[in-house]
């Protein structure tokens, strides 16, 4: 019986494709990858010679137009399918482990994630370990990740004391010397998701192990080695569960094996000791939380930010702040720390007055959200979370249980009363100084006083916040941490304004404060940024409309060839020659005209090097860089020889991250001024292109209309002014120009 199943879709260079495997029992075959399920079962059923075919459920259509047989697979076919999985997910570059070490590294995450060690030990946590490997023994250094949201795994670092030096590196915000200790390290990655269903489904593992190794300062692909080091030291680590002093494990792949030894000291297993004292268990807080992990009180805040100073108080070891620390605190505005007090405050009431009725995360966890959207979560909870008899946390304050409130608590207090969550876009930025939003729902504008958040947000970025007036300012209290695009804001817009029925330009208030009370706003907003991270990658077109594939051609040149080749490639039409004043000859390919831009009077096609060493031709395109070949071929014929030809996909290593955290570096003044020219004349002569998204008419002459033509070249701009912000600014289009060209109001 030969049992077939299916992964994917697998990210290839110009989209993606499926993984069709199957196991005899003689071993795997050699996979297939095709685009439909009957043509890569129709590929196996072939390479099977015959025996019978028994697919994976999800495969049965398929299977049965193909008279196959579908059931459930094996567990050693469910095995070697995460085995599959892993090494795709992986990638060329992902690993060098080979299938057995690969295989044995997923049994050994299999027995740490079933132990769960991270529930005794944190990162904080040193471990000595001994690794008896190759023929020789090495002393090392463990720290087990997952306490406190950390991505679970585990690091082995090749020179003890690195934990401690790793901790002191990071109070002192020194963050690349942390990338220069040498490790390796195994975490679980949440996506692919065909590698996830496939690990889960054989190992119970709910992510993909990925090993990475750090030597000289970078990150490179885990040998086989590291890979059995950390199968050994995972099943090491996992063996001090629950109470355990040593752990002792040995971990084989082919002719390599490791043998692994983890033991801890004295102060670690005390912690877990019964009968501690409050000192000895404040101190054992302190030891086993990290300090970017939720705090243990329960009020949703980063331990460090709410209760990691007071525990400290109590100890004889006070911790000085970092430099990063001290920066941030004497930036921050007096409101903040009465804030923070407020809401601890108001919070520690809830729960004692209230006990297990005050339980706000049942309910954000039904809108969507999860501790990594910390920084919204407490506010709600305080402030719009209500019991069953309809109070919330700030109520509590009217009866009087904290004593009589100050002039500013007061005020406070009114100011937290009125404030309600939104949606926002950043009309303007003053790095480290404020921010300008325009609420989207009910048209209000504010200056927000705001020193971190200023220094990332951007233009145009659509947020979902909560601005507080207080004594003539406003403050951000609660951002849910992602921003959105001017589009895809746009569209939770239209989406809440559809759920409570609203058709009049502004939202009332009291329909949006049901909507942010209920969670709809909320459950739409992570919809929406799921949505996003989901959505394909955009598809690139040069300007023939040929997808973008980087191709670079080499070719070897004869001894006495480079004269020759230099002078009949300058003799072809639309070649410019010139030498770089190292010796090399710089080569530009191009053509008259341009199939896209009317303006433009010529094409570069592709560019070359010609050095001692050979010839380099490089374009943006396969097809073009067929043509390019067969041109120089045929003019420099008899001089050079083609060698290899290499692809690199510019889409390949893209990811979405919520925000840049700084702006990119400025680029030489007089090559920013040439980019910005060329940007300007680009966007002047659009103005007056048919655009399809507007109907096939010109932004011009969509300006002079109303409704939905108007409302989408609205967008467009501010598309254009959000993708502008994140440039440096001597390299910015000024889209109030186009605005004023059009006669559309600047501040819109």
Known sequence: MVYAFKLGPVGVGRGSINVYGAVSEDGMLRPVFAKSDAKGLRELSEAARGEALQCEPGLEAAARRLGFAAGPL???VLVARAGLALALAMGPGGGEG??????????????FWKAKPWERFNGDDPLPITLALGGSVSGREASVMGMGGEQFGIALYEQPGSVRRMGELVDAGKFAEVHKIPAVAVTI???PEYAVRAVEEAFGIPGVPVPMAIRKGRAQPASREDMVALAAALEAVAQLMPRGNEGRAVAEAGPLRCEARVTIGAQLASVEEPGLGPAAGAAASRLRTPRNAPCPCGSGKKYKKCHLAEDEARSDRPRALSQDEARRLAE????????????????DLARKRWGARFDPGAALA??????????LLVPWCAFHYEVPDGRTALDLLDLGDTGPLSAEERDWRNAQRVACFSILEVTDVQPGKTVSVRDLLTGDKDLVHEVSGSRTLVARDVMLGRVTEFRGKAFFCGMHPRTLPPREGAEVVRELRSELGVRTKRVPLDDLRVAVDDGVLFTLWEQRVAALDRRPLPRLANTDREPILLTTDHFSVTPDGRGQIRDQLAALPGVEVEEDGSGNWMVNFTKPGN???SSWENTILGSAVLSESGLRVETNSVERADRLRSLVEAACKGHLAFRVREHADPMASSRRPARPATLPEEKDP????????????HYRAWLDEAIPALGGITPRQASKRRGKVRRELELLLREIEHGE???????????????RELGLPIDE
């Open 74 to 76: 094996p567990k050693g």
């Open 98 to 111: 080979g299938a057995l070490a690969t295989m044995r590294l997923l049994e050994a995450f299999a027995v």
């Open 189 to 191: 990655d949440p996506e």
């Open 332 to 347: 921050r505005d007096p409101f903040h720390a009465l804030d923070d007090r407020m809401v601890n405050r108001i919070l």
């Open 366 to 375: 039904e809108f969507g959200l999860d501790e990594d959207s910390a920084q």
């Open 595 to 597: 199939a896209v831009h």
């Open 670 to 681: 007089e090559l920013a001024a040439m980019a910005a020219e060329v940007k300007a004349a």
């Open 725 to 739: 912000a994140r440039l440096p600014a001597a390299e910015r289009v000024d889209v109030a120009d186009l605005r």
